[in-house]
Protein backbone atom coordinates (compact mmCIF):
# COMPACT_ATOMS: atom_id res chain seq x y z
CA UNK A 1 0.00 0.00 0.00
CA UNK A 2 1.35 3.31 -1.08
CA UNK A 3 -0.19 6.68 0.54
CA UNK A 4 0.94 9.89 -1.50
CA UNK A 5 -0.54 12.66 -3.52
CA UNK A 6 1.03 12.71 -6.53
CA UNK A 7 -1.50 10.53 -8.33
CA UNK A 8 -4.42 12.73 -7.15
CA UNK A 9 -3.03 16.03 -7.67
CA UNK A 10 -2.79 14.91 -11.44
CA UNK A 11 -5.74 13.16 -12.27
CA UNK A 12 -7.42 15.90 -10.37
CA UNK A 13 -5.56 18.45 -13.09
CA UNK A 14 -6.44 16.22 -16.07
CA UNK A 15 -9.96 16.33 -14.85
CA UNK A 16 -10.00 20.35 -14.76
CA UNK A 17 -9.50 20.50 -18.04
CA UNK A 18 -12.51 18.46 -19.21
CA UNK A 19 -12.05 15.04 -18.79
CA UNK A 20 -14.62 13.50 -16.89
CA UNK A 21 -14.12 11.01 -13.74
CA UNK A 22 -17.00 11.96 -11.51
CA UNK A 23 -14.94 13.42 -8.87
CA UNK A 24 -16.84 15.65 -6.80
CA UNK A 25 -17.63 18.99 -8.72
CA UNK A 26 -16.80 21.10 -6.17
CA UNK A 27 -13.60 19.70 -6.27
CA UNK A 28 -12.24 19.73 -9.88
CA UNK A 29 -13.43 23.27 -9.78
CA UNK A 30 -11.09 24.15 -6.63
CA UNK A 31 -8.54 22.43 -8.68
CA UNK A 32 -9.79 24.53 -12.03
CA UNK A 33 -9.62 27.83 -9.76
CA UNK A 34 -5.95 27.48 -8.36
CA UNK A 35 -4.67 26.99 -12.53
CA UNK A 36 -3.33 29.65 -14.39
CA UNK A 37 -4.48 30.32 -18.09
CA UNK A 38 -1.11 29.06 -19.23
CA UNK A 39 -1.26 25.81 -17.01
CA UNK A 40 -4.59 25.13 -18.48
CA UNK A 41 -3.92 25.63 -22.14
CA UNK A 42 -0.61 23.46 -21.19
CA UNK A 43 -2.55 20.72 -19.99
CA UNK A 44 -5.18 20.51 -21.95
CA UNK A 45 -3.16 20.01 -25.00
CA UNK A 46 -1.02 17.56 -23.32
CA UNK A 47 -4.22 15.88 -21.85
CA UNK A 48 -7.45 17.66 -22.43
CA UNK A 49 -10.92 15.18 -24.40
CA UNK A 50 -8.97 14.02 -27.94
CA UNK A 51 -5.83 13.42 -26.93
CA UNK A 52 -4.44 10.18 -26.81
CA UNK A 53 -4.67 8.01 -23.05
CA UNK A 54 -0.92 8.77 -21.95
CA UNK A 55 0.20 9.85 -19.23
CA UNK A 56 3.95 8.74 -18.98
CA UNK A 57 5.84 6.93 -16.21
CA UNK A 58 8.25 9.59 -16.24
CA UNK A 59 6.10 12.16 -14.88
CA UNK A 60 4.09 9.86 -12.53
CA UNK A 61 6.61 7.14 -10.78
CA UNK A 62 5.35 4.63 -8.54
CA UNK A 63 6.46 6.24 -5.36
CA UNK A 64 9.58 4.87 -3.36
CA UNK A 65 8.25 4.46 -0.12
CA UNK A 66 4.46 3.62 1.33
CA UNK A 67 4.13 7.19 1.74
CA UNK A 68 6.09 10.55 0.00
CA UNK A 69 5.08 14.15 0.43
CA UNK A 70 4.13 16.08 -2.89
CA UNK A 71 7.42 17.93 -2.62
CA UNK A 72 9.62 15.16 -2.86
CA UNK A 73 7.43 13.25 -5.52
CA UNK A 74 7.80 16.51 -7.50
CA UNK A 75 11.92 16.99 -7.44
CA UNK A 76 12.32 13.45 -7.97
CA UNK A 77 10.19 13.55 -11.13
CA UNK A 78 12.60 16.63 -11.95
CA UNK A 79 15.01 14.78 -11.17
CA UNK A 80 15.02 11.55 -13.33
CA UNK A 81 12.42 12.41 -15.76
CA UNK A 82 14.66 14.41 -18.75
CA UNK A 83 15.69 10.91 -20.44
CA UNK A 84 12.56 8.69 -19.46
CA UNK A 85 10.03 11.13 -20.77
CA UNK A 86 11.67 11.36 -24.40
CA UNK A 87 11.98 7.78 -24.66
CA UNK A 88 8.72 7.10 -23.86
CA UNK A 89 6.97 9.30 -25.86
CA UNK A 90 9.18 7.55 -29.11
CA UNK A 91 8.03 4.07 -27.53
CA UNK A 92 4.41 4.76 -27.69
CA UNK A 93 5.16 6.06 -31.07
CA UNK A 94 3.93 9.82 -30.30
CA UNK A 95 7.59 11.41 -31.33
CA UNK A 96 5.62 12.97 -34.25
CA UNK A 97 2.56 13.81 -32.57
CA UNK A 98 1.93 17.58 -31.46
CA UNK A 99 2.25 18.21 -28.47
CA UNK A 100 4.25 15.53 -27.72
CA UNK A 101 6.72 16.22 -30.92
CA UNK A 102 7.53 19.14 -29.09
CA UNK A 103 7.69 17.89 -25.58
CA UNK A 104 10.56 15.45 -27.13
CA UNK A 105 12.39 18.23 -28.03
CA UNK A 106 12.94 19.93 -24.96
CA UNK A 107 11.36 17.49 -22.07
CA UNK A 108 13.16 19.37 -19.08
CA UNK A 109 11.05 22.59 -20.53
CA UNK A 110 8.03 21.13 -20.34
CA UNK A 111 8.90 19.13 -17.16
CA UNK A 112 9.35 22.39 -15.27
CA UNK A 113 6.22 24.06 -16.71
CA UNK A 114 3.63 20.82 -16.26
CA UNK A 115 5.13 20.45 -11.99
CA UNK A 116 4.53 24.06 -12.51
CA UNK A 117 1.05 23.86 -12.80
CA UNK A 118 0.42 20.56 -10.21
CA UNK A 119 2.05 22.80 -7.67
CA UNK A 120 -0.61 25.45 -8.09
CA UNK A 121 -3.27 22.35 -8.47
CA UNK A 122 -2.08 21.17 -5.16
CA UNK A 123 -2.95 24.23 -3.34
CA UNK A 124 -6.61 23.19 -3.93
CA UNK A 125 -6.28 19.69 -3.24
CA UNK A 126 -4.10 19.60 -0.23
CA UNK A 127 -6.89 20.55 2.14
CA UNK A 128 -8.27 17.56 0.63
CA UNK A 129 -5.76 15.15 0.94
CA UNK A 130 -5.17 16.23 4.92
CA UNK A 131 -9.16 15.44 5.68
CA UNK A 132 -8.69 12.32 4.02
CA UNK A 133 -6.17 11.31 6.50
CA UNK A 134 -8.61 9.14 8.33
CA UNK A 135 -9.99 7.65 5.34
CA UNK A 136 -6.32 6.53 3.80
CA UNK A 137 -5.62 4.96 7.18
CA UNK A 138 -8.91 2.79 7.27
CA UNK A 139 -8.22 1.66 3.62
CA UNK A 140 -4.77 0.90 4.65
CA UNK A 141 -6.18 -1.56 7.22
CA UNK A 142 -9.00 -2.42 5.22
CA UNK A 143 -6.58 -4.24 2.52
CA UNK A 144 -3.69 -5.56 5.48
CA UNK A 145 -6.93 -7.26 7.01
CA UNK A 146 -7.94 -8.49 3.34
CA UNK A 147 -4.29 -10.27 2.98
CA UNK A 148 -4.18 -11.38 6.37
CA UNK A 149 -7.53 -13.26 5.88
CA UNK A 150 -6.52 -14.20 2.42
CA UNK A 151 -9.64 -12.77 1.01
CA UNK A 152 -7.69 -10.51 -2.14
CA UNK A 153 -10.01 -11.85 -4.61
CA UNK A 154 -12.57 -9.91 -2.32
CA UNK A 155 -10.60 -6.84 -2.58
CA UNK A 156 -9.58 -7.05 -5.89
CA UNK A 157 -13.49 -7.39 -7.23
CA UNK A 158 -14.19 -3.89 -5.95
CA UNK A 159 -11.21 -2.20 -6.53
CA UNK A 160 -11.86 -0.41 -9.89
CA UNK A 161 -15.30 0.04 -11.81
CA UNK A 162 -15.28 -2.20 -14.74
CA UNK A 163 -12.90 -4.85 -12.84
CA UNK A 164 -13.87 -8.28 -11.62
CA UNK A 165 -13.43 -11.21 -10.30
CA UNK A 166 -14.66 -14.85 -11.53
CA UNK A 167 -13.15 -17.84 -10.94
CA UNK A 168 -10.01 -16.85 -8.68
CA UNK A 169 -9.09 -14.87 -11.64
CA UNK A 170 -9.48 -10.87 -12.19
CA UNK A 171 -10.77 -8.98 -15.06
CA UNK A 172 -10.03 -5.66 -15.39
CA UNK A 173 -11.74 -4.60 -18.53
CA UNK A 174 -14.41 -6.62 -19.92
CA UNK A 175 -13.86 -9.33 -22.50
CA UNK A 176 -10.27 -8.61 -21.67
CA UNK A 177 -7.42 -11.55 -20.49
CA UNK A 178 -7.27 -12.03 -16.60
CA UNK A 179 -4.84 -10.22 -14.86
CA UNK A 180 -1.61 -11.58 -14.03
CA UNK A 181 -0.80 -10.13 -10.93
CA UNK A 182 3.23 -9.37 -10.06
CA UNK A 183 4.84 -9.89 -7.39
CA UNK A 184 5.15 -7.16 -5.09
CA UNK A 185 2.17 -5.21 -6.97
CA UNK A 186 1.57 -1.84 -5.41
CA UNK A 187 -2.02 -0.23 -4.61
CA UNK A 188 -2.45 3.31 -4.25
CA UNK A 189 -5.76 4.76 -3.67
CA UNK A 190 -6.53 8.41 -5.27
CA UNK A 191 -9.09 11.05 -4.24
CA UNK A 192 -10.98 11.24 -7.70
CA UNK A 193 -14.36 9.53 -9.08
CA UNK A 194 -14.94 6.13 -9.66
CA UNK A 195 -14.07 6.29 -13.53
CA UNK A 196 -10.19 7.14 -12.68
CA UNK A 197 -8.00 3.91 -13.03
CA UNK A 198 -4.93 3.85 -13.63
CA UNK A 199 -2.81 0.47 -14.25
CA UNK A 200 0.92 -0.33 -14.75
CA UNK A 201 3.50 -3.15 -14.63
CA UNK A 202 5.92 -4.97 -17.30
CA UNK A 203 4.28 -8.64 -18.06
CA UNK A 204 1.37 -8.23 -15.69
CA UNK A 205 0.06 -5.76 -13.38
CA UNK A 206 2.33 -4.20 -10.82
CA UNK A 207 0.39 -1.38 -10.34
CA UNK A 208 -3.33 -0.27 -9.60
CA UNK A 209 -4.26 3.09 -8.54
CA UNK A 210 -7.84 3.25 -8.03
CA UNK A 211 -10.66 5.68 -6.62
CA UNK A 212 -10.59 5.59 -2.42
CA UNK A 213 -13.85 4.75 -1.15
CA UNK A 214 -15.80 6.83 0.67
CA UNK A 215 -14.54 10.14 -0.62
CA UNK A 216 -18.33 11.08 -0.82
CA UNK A 217 -18.19 11.60 3.08
CA UNK A 218 -14.97 14.11 2.77
CA UNK A 219 -16.21 17.98 3.51
CA UNK A 220 -15.52 20.11 0.28
CA UNK A 221 -16.18 23.33 2.50
CA UNK A 222 -13.48 26.35 2.08
CA UNK A 223 -11.31 24.77 -0.95
CA UNK A 224 -10.29 26.95 -3.77
CA UNK A 225 -10.68 30.71 -3.81
CA UNK A 226 -13.59 30.61 -1.48
CA UNK A 227 -11.52 30.24 1.65
CA UNK A 228 -10.62 33.00 3.96
CA UNK A 229 -7.31 32.26 4.30
CA UNK A 230 -4.69 33.21 1.89
CA UNK A 231 -3.41 31.03 -0.29
CA UNK A 232 0.24 31.19 0.74
CA UNK A 233 1.99 32.83 3.76
CA UNK A 234 5.38 34.12 3.78
CA UNK A 235 6.32 31.14 5.92
CA UNK A 236 4.15 29.47 4.18
CA UNK A 237 6.33 29.79 0.85
CA UNK A 238 9.30 29.34 2.66
CA UNK A 239 8.64 26.43 4.45
CA UNK A 240 5.48 24.90 2.64
CA UNK A 241 1.78 25.57 4.23
CA UNK A 242 2.08 21.95 6.12
CA UNK A 243 5.33 22.57 8.00
CA UNK A 244 4.52 26.50 8.47
CA UNK A 245 1.57 25.63 10.69
CA UNK A 246 3.14 22.88 12.49
CA UNK A 247 5.61 25.49 13.77
CA UNK A 248 3.14 27.50 14.82
CA UNK A 249 1.82 25.49 16.69
CA UNK A 250 4.80 24.56 18.97
CA UNK A 251 4.61 26.90 21.33
CA UNK A 252 5.39 24.41 23.56
CA UNK A 253 6.65 20.68 23.20
CA UNK A 254 3.48 18.65 22.28
CA UNK A 255 2.74 15.16 21.02
CA UNK A 256 3.44 14.38 17.21
CA UNK A 257 -0.05 12.34 17.58
CA UNK A 258 -1.30 15.58 18.74
CA UNK A 259 -0.29 17.62 15.97
CA UNK A 260 -1.52 15.10 13.32
CA UNK A 261 -5.15 15.54 15.00
CA UNK A 262 -5.61 18.96 15.02
CA UNK A 263 -3.88 19.34 11.66
CA UNK A 264 -5.69 16.40 9.91
CA UNK A 265 -2.44 14.95 8.88
CA UNK A 266 -2.04 11.08 8.51
CA UNK A 267 0.81 9.73 11.01
CA UNK A 268 2.96 9.15 8.08
CA UNK A 269 2.44 12.41 6.89
CA UNK A 270 2.88 14.33 10.33
CA UNK A 271 6.11 12.48 10.39
CA UNK A 272 7.19 13.24 6.94
CA UNK A 273 6.97 16.95 7.88
CA UNK A 274 8.74 16.09 11.45
CA UNK A 275 11.35 14.78 9.84
CA UNK A 276 11.60 17.50 7.21
CA UNK A 277 11.77 20.56 10.23
CA UNK A 278 14.44 18.63 11.86
CA UNK A 279 16.80 17.74 9.48
CA UNK A 280 16.73 22.31 8.63
CA UNK A 281 17.75 22.44 12.54
CA UNK A 282 14.01 24.02 13.30
CA UNK A 283 12.44 21.58 15.62
CA UNK A 284 13.32 18.91 18.02
CA UNK A 285 12.16 15.29 18.85
CA UNK A 286 12.61 13.63 22.39
CA UNK A 287 10.61 10.60 23.80
CA UNK A 288 8.59 11.02 26.53
CA UNK A 289 6.94 7.18 27.75
CA UNK A 290 5.13 5.99 24.50
CA UNK A 291 4.89 9.61 22.89
CA UNK A 292 7.14 11.27 20.73
CA UNK A 293 7.52 15.44 21.68
CA UNK A 294 8.11 17.82 18.99
CA UNK A 295 9.89 21.08 20.50
CA UNK A 296 10.30 24.00 18.28
CA UNK A 297 14.19 25.27 18.40
CA UNK A 298 15.62 28.47 18.71
CA UNK A 299 15.98 28.66 15.27
CA UNK A 300 12.54 28.13 14.70
CA UNK A 301 11.69 30.25 17.09
CA UNK A 302 13.88 33.09 15.54
CA UNK A 303 12.37 32.50 11.75
CA UNK A 304 8.78 31.95 13.06
CA UNK A 305 9.62 36.08 14.51
CA UNK A 306 11.16 36.65 11.21
CA UNK A 307 8.52 35.70 9.01
CA UNK A 308 5.01 35.83 11.42
CA UNK A 309 6.13 39.06 14.20
Known sequence: MVSAPLVTVTELAIEAVGVGLGTPPPWVTAV???????????????????TPAFVPDAVLPVP?????????????????????LE??????????????????????????????????AWRAVEPLWHRAGPLLEREVERVGAALASGALPYLLDGLTRQGHVAGDRWYLLP?????????????????????????????GVGYVAYPLPGIGRIDPTGLGESSGRP???????????????????????????????DLHFTPSAITH???????????????????????????????LQIYEP
Open 32 to 50: RSALDPADLALLGRSFGPG
Open 231 to 261: RETQLGALLGEPRADILRRLDRPTPAGRLAV
Open 87 to 120: AEIHTAGLAGEPPWSLVAKDPRRWAKAYLGALRR
Open 175 to 203: GAAPAVLLPGMVLQPMLVGPRARLVAGDG
Open 273 to 303: HVNALTRAGLVSREREGRQVLVSRSARGSAL
Open 64 to 84: AGCSAGFDDETERVLDETVDG
